[in-house]
């Protein structure tokens, strides 16, 4: 008997069940064959193009072969073809080439995570022992290729560094230890540095993608430094304008090996999409645990770790004795767990995986058959490289996407063909971000000896000239400039004003940062870490301390916090006659107003009001402005009635924020937030705004398209499936807080938003800004009472008790 | 509970004015007139949850002293006294409330807290044995630490291992979130002989889990029903004091 299909399988065991709604059929795409090219056609040095002989019979994919002559001919390349397209073999052969010709040649490979690199570092070193020169020269240095990260441990640092020609490493490290040591640790490295590489470079986006930007002009730096000038090569399978993302991220020109090239070969793949009667959580675990019992290797992709461990909780309640074959991957877990379960998907002895994005990039877990997404994945990008974990190398694979209780899952699960129609977004990087420069300038000035005058500026791009120019004036002196240690102040994944260590007495607990202290950590707080409780003692905001003490209770605690908005500047501005969109500069500040204590019942057990001495938190950055001017408003109010008004605002506020992937992106949940208020002047006001310091453009992409935003709103508000005026979560209610909302009102404020913009044409002005005036220093706020100067986020000045927020 | 209702009991509170001060600088180099403790002053410092810092009071019989109309003040308005030891609550008790003892009050022998009238005596261990029932219109919460201690027993190291032994400070934050109405706690008058500006103040703040510090001179502090004459003096007193320190806000 034939082997069933693994798309006839899942439509099987969907068609089982009769408690789910299909949103979204479409014919499985593919197979599509291989276009390949001989070995020879590539000028490789001898004993490579044996072993590749023996490797890859068929010879190179059409685009390897592409990108290979491009990448030997010293061009920086980016390539950008689909997952299981082998561009790991892309960078790999180079590299291969130059230690086989150039005795003393080196490469770097950059990696996102840790996790990758170890992956690849396996590869990399099965290849080398086939090849007869470099296998003898690793016997004599077996750091010849090798990992230096933060898992690198300490007593064998040394050695690597002495020996290493092959370093794979993280933004992170190379920023802290890397570039930091140049001189004299690295020297070797630097000189006769020959390859870059940038493995899944659409990670670098958004603040940690600026930072990076950064990161890799001062390894150019130091490069030009030692007199090298390596060859940049980055591969990504899901980005968009990848050759402009790369000429921004490394200030370098690059050519680009893109979809036009892509010779892959690649399997059969369905796509359904579905919601049922049960919760999503439910809905998702049982399709998976059902596709696994057929023996199928099923990858369930969870929102959360939360949520995925909760899900391996309930499949494991759910039967008496324990399923082997279930695990759950996560951050947190060690490598050796990490490897069981990477194994055990290869060898299918685990055959279902609730994991969280951990598992998204490319590391190798062999060819899985189904891919079950329980909610949508955050952007564009993470879907395909879901989507990615299947129908590799020439195999049969199904994705079922399963829309979570959201606004933006539930408007795409009714317009799925706008969701896949969609294309990658586009990278925010903001290479002008205030105190991504300032940090960075300080970090290379430390690297070429602490003179100012000895820094590559044409190197360094215009945000550091522009630097190096006000410092030259005198009128840049914030405390990063005279750091001993600038490395260890920045970073690079998120900024901020530095994190505050959580220390229970002598015992250091964790770190957490400005924007989780004030959710997490705060006065009086029940902070969980790793399954211990502790109650939040104090906040020092001078030391950045958080002081804990063990707590024995099961009590929960949560806080209700407040924003307050400054607006610094306004940039474009659509002027209607009853509305304006603008793009702003702000200061968002976030204080607590009251703490709960609630026991295990939900009873509340205790309430601090205030911020009971917290710091609050003060977010400098951009936003999209609907100014909804006080004649608009004062109708509004008429219509609806003041409160009604009110919560119509909040919940619109709440619709556009949740709908705001669907005009621009990446769409993480956790890079842009929203405020709304009804101004002392009469008029009221909706913020997009990005949650990054100094932002990063990302909510500024929405000034065109607010009323593409309205429509999109209202449309999902017309299209809710549900029949009560309060709605649901997959419209206006919020799941956060139990506040009063109503469709109807919502909705007629939306038609109103939109009937003022649609009614005429906008005048619009654009304020120039050069890169002097964003990165020149803010001005210090005095208090109006007692003129003494106050500290940014400070609610109350501490000389005379004036409310100052 | 909508929010004019703990307006409205905070009003029925404080129908008279019983404590009246100088607003100054923390630096001291600005004088913000004269304020009293009313029901609009209360609902702002209990609402923005500020503290009023009461500074360069003598010692502790003027501050008794001081403080004793206090003790006299309209039922509805009662007031928590938190003193900073137990032997400072036996002064307060022979000094004040029982002026009629012969002999001293013992430390040992000591019951805390004590009703007198419309005032609660209290240590702030003994603060969590007072009922809500006992203090059903409570107007604030008095602490009187003259060398400003309480806020430092804390937590520390005891033969090298991390101990909390008694947060004191947050011993009295957790009884004003017990005595909270709504958004509405009940605001501390803090009262020391040191001066706010010899002081770091911010750890004082931090650890009763307040937001912020109203500073006020701690000699221009009087207790009593209102008087007209008396205000008008202190008007007059207050606008050539302003004029004096060039300028008051």
């Known amino acids: ?805 | 509970m909508t929010t004019s209702e703990p307006w409205e009991s905070i009003r029925h509170r404080y129908q008279d004015a019983w404590i009246r001060v100088t607003r100054i600088t923390r630096l001291e180099e600005k004088w913000l007139g004269r304020i009293e403790m009313d029901a609009e002053t209360a609902w702002t410092l209990g609402t923005d949850n500020i503290g009023l810092f009461v500074g360069d009071c003598r010692s502790l019989g003027r501050t008794i002293d001081m403080i004793r109309p206090l003790h006299r003040a309209t039922p509805r308005c009662q007031w928590v006294i938190v003193a900073a030891t137990k032997k400072m609550a036996a002064v307060l008790i022979q000094r004040w409330f029982r002026e009629d003892l012969l002999s001293r009050v013992a430390t040992t022998t000591l019951k805390l807290p004590q009703v007198y009238s419309n005032l609660v005596l209290a240590t702030p261990e003994s603060l969590r044995r007072i009922e809500n029932s006992d203090v059903r219109s409570l107007g604030g919460i008095l602490i009187i630490d003259m060398q400003c201690h309480i806020h430092k027993a804390r937590q520390g190291i005891r033969r090298g291992r991390f101990y909390v032994p008694n947060d004191r400070p947050q011993l009295i934050a957790d009884f004003r979130s017990r005595m909270t109405i709504g958004e509405w706690a009940p605001p501390v008058v803090f009262m020391t002989q040191k001066r706010a500006k010899a002081l770091n103040t911010d750890p004082v703040r931090r650890a009763y889990c307040l937001d912020g510090w109203w500073f006020a001179d701690g000699q221009s502090l009087r207790c009593g029903p209102r008087r007209r004459h008396y205000i008008n003096d202190l008007v007059y007193r207050n606008e050539s004091n302003a004029g004096a320190a060039g300028g008051a806000v």
């Not at chain 1, 990448?71 to 892309?90: D, E, F, M, Y």
């Not at chain 1, 994944?493 to 997490?520: A, N, P, Q, T, W």
């Open chain 1, 1 to 805: 008997m034939p082997e069933e299909s693994v798309i006839a399988q899942v439509t099987q065991v969907l068609s089982r069940r009769d408690d789910i709604t299909i949103h979204y059929d479409p014919p499985a795409t593919g197979p599509v064959p291989g276009h390949f090219r001989p070995i020879e056609d590539v000028a490789l040095h001898d004993d490579l193009r044996r072993v590749l002989r023996r490797e890859i019979r068929d010879g190179f994919f059409r685009h390897q072969a592409l990108a290979i002559e491009q990448i030997l001919a010293g061009r920086n390349t980016v390539v950008a073809t689909q997952t299981s397209s082998g561009k790991s073999l892309i960078y790999s052969v180079p590299v291969f080439d130059a230690l086989l010709q150039e005795e003393d040649a080196c490469a770097l490979f950059i990696y996102p995570q840790k996790a990758l690199a170890n992956d690849q570092l396996s590869k990399l070193r099965v290849m080398a022992r086939q090849l007869k020169v470099l296998s003898n020269r690793m016997d004599s240095r077996p750091h010849l290729i090798s990992r230096y990260d933060g898992s690198t441990p300490h007593g064998v640092r040394n050695d690597v560094r002495a020996e290493v020609q092959v370093a794979l490493t993280n933004p992170d490290m190379l920023h802290l230890s890397i570039l930091q040591h140049h001189d004299p640790k690295w020297a070797r490295f630097f000189e006769h540095l020959r390859y870059v590489i940038i493995d899944e470079c659409h990670e670098y986006r958004g603040i940690f993608g600026t930072n990076v930007a950064y990161v890799l002009r001062r390894l150019r730096q130091i490069c030009d430094i030692h007199g090298s000038s390596p060859t940049f090569v980055a591969t990504s399978a899901t980005i968009r304008d990848p050759r402009e993302h790369l000429e921004k991220l490394t200030g370098l020109e690059f050519c680009e090996i893109g979809a036009d090239e892509d010779g892959s070969i690649q399997g059969r793949k369905k796509f359904w999409m579905l919601s049922g009667r049960d919760h999503f959580y439910d809905l998702g675990r049982k399709i998976a645990l059902d596709l696994a019992k057929k023996g199928l290797s099923v990858l369930a992709f969870c929102p959360s770790r939360l949520a995925a461990e909760r899900m391996m909780a309930r499949v494991l309640s759910s039967k008496d004795d324990q399923l082997p074959f279930v695990k759950v991957y996560r951050a947190g877990l060690s490598p050796q767990e990490r490897e069981a379960i990477e194994a055990g998907l290869r060898d299918k002895s685990v055959r279902l995986v609730f994991s969280t994005s951990a598992l998204e990039l490319g590391i190798d877990i062999g060819a899985l058959d189904v891919v079950v997404c329980v909610g949508f994945p955050s952007s564009m990008m993470s879907l395909w490289q879901r989507a990615g974990r299947v129908a590799r190398a020439g195999k049969e694979g199904g994705i079922v996407l399963i829309p979570a209780d959201t606004p933006i899952d539930s408007y795409y699960a009714a317009h799925p063909d706008e969701l896949f129609g969609k294309d990658h977004e586009l990278l925010a990087l903001n290479l002008n971000n205030r105190r991504v420069v300032y940090c960075h300038y300080a970090c290379a000035v430390s690297e070429v000896g602490g003179v100012d005058d000895r820094l590559r500026l044409k190197i360094l791009g215009e945000a550091i000239s522009t630097v190096a120019e006000l410092r030259a004036t005198g009128s840049l002196n914030d405390d990063i400039f005279y750091r001993s240690d600038p490395h260890s102040e920045v970073n690079i994944r998120s900024m901020g004003e530095g994190s505050y260590s959580l220390d229970c007495g002598s015992e250091k607990v964790g770190e957490i940062d400005d924007f989780h202290l004030l959710r997490e950590a705060y006065r009086n707080a029940i902070y969980r870490h790793g399954g211990v409780g502790y109650r939040v003692k104090d906040v020092i905001k001078g030391k950045k301390i958080v002081r804990l003490e063990r707590e024995y209770s099961w009590n929960e605690t949560s806080p209700v916090i407040q924003k307050r908005i400054r607006l610094k500047r306004r940039n474009s501005v659509a002027d209607y006659s009853q509305l304006a969109i603008a793009t702003v500069e702000m200061d968002v500040t976030e204080f607590i107003v009251t703490v709960t204590e609630k026991d295990r019942s939900g009873n509340v057990v205790r309430q601090w009001q205030g911020s009971a001495g917290m710091p609050a938190h003060t977010l400098p950055t951009v936003a999209t402005q609907v100014l909804i001017r006080k004649e608009l408003w004062r109708d509004v109010v008429l219509k609806l009635g003041d409160r009604q008004a009110r919560c119509a605002l909040a919940s619109c506020e709440r619709l556009l924020s949740s709908l705001f992937p669907t005009v621009s992106g990446p769409c993480d949940t956790q890079d842009f937030s929203s405020f709304s208020e009804v101004l002392k002047d009469g008029n009221a006001a909706l913020y997009l705004y990005d949650n990054v310091y100094d932002g990063v453009d990302l909510t500024t992409g929405a000034f065109g398209k607010v009323q593409v935003l309205v429509e999109k709103a209202l449309d999902r508000l017309a299209t809710c499936a549900c029949s009560e005026d309060a709605g649901c979560f997959r419209c206006i209610a919020n799941p956060r807080i139990d506040e009063a909302t109503s469709k109807e009102a919502t909705a007629q404020l939306l038609q109103m938003l939109r009937d003022a913009m649609m009614a005429e044409p906008p005048r619009i002005t654009e304020q120039s800004e050069n890169s002097v005036s964003v990165l020149a220093p803010d001005e210090i706020a005095t208090c109006p009472t007692c003129s003494v100067n106050i500290a940014k986020g400070d609610r109350f000045c501490k000389n005379c008790g004036h409310k100052l927020i």
